[in-house]
């Protein structure tokens, strides 16, 4: 039996198998003809045979030599791929992930949760939160400035992104403490059709549709009373009067300060908060290793 040849080795037999030259050979590996030579008969010895024949004439492989030459190269083309891999693997683990929110998932302390469980599994990584307008619905995933995106569904233009849905909660109504229906311990949507409402920006699409309950209510176009990009704005307008609005359970707490109080509401459905990302980027290492922290801490 023959003892293990070293990569090098095997590298140093190809340069001369392919160059049929020593010192051809020696120049594209860097290293002197004789140190070239020695490694070369190691190898033989190894090997119990002559890998080349040598003469006045040249140099050539023997039998043997070419009967070793497709293994070795198979065998460096498979180290090559993975020194890569591993050299992948690393620059992930020194990566840094951007996860875009246009409302932070403070529910149930949520985020840390995620945040902890994806850390431990990848030390390295620098996760950088990027807080988004409501008037981009995918919290920077169109646009490419988030990788992954914490989000409210529908998504504009759906086809283009994968997710996994978080949370599924009821939603409320919001409206001013003065309102005559806030004396009211629910609330039937029927009973709001002629309310002015607050509006996403026109750009959120079908997001904006979402939270003034287009489907609830029969083909009769909403009032709008204002609209709003982001949490202090609305809480602004409701306490101005400008309007009510539809807010999911667990953002509750983001507006039901001083003069605003939240209520349930009958006629219309849940909302789905998600992770969600580029469905052209759902098999990046990072994306997938957050998405399954995010899906393990819901599950746990």
Known sequence: MTADAHIRDLRYFLAVAE?????????????????????????????????????????????????LLPHARAVLTAWAAGAAA?????????????????????????????????????????VRLRQVSWDDPTAGLADGTADAAFVWLPLPDKERYDWTVLAEEPRLLALPATHPLAARAEIDFAELLAEPFLALPAGAGVLRDHWLALDARAGRPPVIGAEIAGAEETYEALVAGLGVCLVAAGNAPLISLGGVVTRPV??????????????????????????RACRETVGG
């Open 19 to 67: 160059e049929l030259h020593f010192t051809r050979a020696a120049e594209r590996l860097y290293v002197s003809q004789p140190a070239l030579s020695k490694q070369i008969r190691s190898l033989e010895r190894q090997l119990g045979t002559e890998l080349f024949r040598r003469d006045r004439h040249g140099v050539a492989l023997t039998a043997a030599g070419e009967a």
């Open 86 to 126: 591993v050299e992948s693997a690393k620059a992930v683990q020194r990566a840094t992930l951007t996860v875009g929110m246009s409302t932070s998932p403070v529910r149930g302390g949520l985020l840390p949760a995620i945040r902890s469980r994806f850390t431990a599994a990848h030390p390295r990584v620098t």
């Open 266 to 291: 009958r006629g219309v459905g849940p909302s789905r908060y998600a992770l969600a990302w580029r469905r052209a980027d759902g098999e990046r290492p990072l994306v997938r290793a957050y998405a």
